[in-house]
């Protein structure tokens, strides 16, 4: 009977470390200059770090604008004075990294044929938007002495015009997993783009490609401290 015993809890712990083992495989770390990224190929999840950054004479930044360029993205990418959120993780390990949890796009649009796709009209198809796996974008910062975790969303205030009222919106973006910057290799630099824009690698896709009908603005009291670090969090829902 001892020996069963034992038997039985060598088993149980061999178990256990074994599921702990195949648990830490799913986390990848993988490292930037002074960034990081851990990708949960289980959850389908990457979330890095990154610094707050402002540049007010970009447009959407301080005061009422319209843009393609990122809200987030990469340290070096020709866009990067437009990016609230700047991180040293390069975009080629972040793209590469959310293709190999299994995420995929279902549309691209090239940098060459953009235009023939832009604006609603009576002949757009699914083919003028950009179009992939569904992704959600929150971030997870320190504010007002306490951890907090919001939804991009909440940090930009939107407007679109009606019968030359401008009116106020909510900002409801519908964030999809593209690719198009990377398979280009379009420098931007850029990550999570609103205005569904070919330049970046995820985007708002609720307008067809580069479709300019709201104007936003960064709501800067509720964003964390510019210069301090945040995790920018995106779960993708991959079948």
């Known amino acids: 009977m001892k020996f069963r015993k034992k ?22 770390t993988i490292k930037g200059e002074t960034d990081w990224m851990n990708v949960d190929h289980g959850s389908k999840k990457i979330v890095f770090s990154a610094t707050v950054t402002k540049n007010s004479s970009k447009s959407a930044v301080t005061d009422w604008g319209q843009r393609g360029q990122a809200w987030i993205g990469c340290k070096g990418g020709s866009q990067e004075a437009f990016f609230i959120f700047t991180t040293d993780v390069p975009r080629p390990k972040i793209d590469e990294a959310i293709r190999k949890m299994g995420v995929k796009y279902s549309n691209q649009i090239s940098k060459e044929n953009w235009k023939a796709h832009r604006e609603l009209k009576e002949t757009t198809t699914p083919k003028d938007f950009l179009n992939g796996d569904s992704a959600i ?5 320190e504010k007002n002495g306490e951890t907090v975790q919001v939804p991009m969303e909440t940090l930009i205030e939107e407007k679109i015009e009606i019968n030359n009222k401008e009116v106020l919106r909510p900002h ?9 910057g990377e398979a280009i290799q379009y420098p931007s630099g850029c990550i999570v783009c609103p205005s569904d824009c070919f330049g970046g690698i995820i985007t708002d896709n609720r307008l067809p490609v580069l479709t ?11 964003m964390p401290a510019v210069g301090s670090k945040v995790q920018v969090i995106i779960q993708f829902t991959a079948l």
């Open 137 to 141: 974008v929150s971030l997870k910062f």
């Open 172 to 180: 409801t973006p519908h964030y999809v997993y593209h690719g198009t």
């Open 212 to 222: 300019y009908d709201s104007w936003y603005r960064v709501n800067w009291n509720l």
């Open 7 to 28: 038997a039985g809890c060598v088993i149980v712990l061999m178990i256990l470390l074994f599921s702990q083992w195949a648990i830490c495989a799913e986390v990848e």
